[in-house]
């Protein structure tokens, strides 16, 4: 199940530094999770400053 990003993001981009398999990326509606290449590894989540990344 692939982690989520909420409303709450403020696009800082710290989530997709770190994630080891580039599974985040920035949009026109700002930044998301692609859930296919997502592994679940919650390091995303940690990240966050802003704790709007929580799994699916």
Do not use: F, R, W
């Amino acid at each position: 199940m692939a982690h989520k990003i909420s409303d709450a993001c403020v696009a800082c981009g710290a989530c997709a530094a770190s994630c080891p398999v580039d599974a985040i990326a920035l949009g026109d509606n700002g930044i998301y999770v692609i859930g296919d290449a997502c592994v679940d590894c919650g390091a995303c989540e940690g990240e966050c400053p802003v704790g709007a990344i929580s799994e699916e």
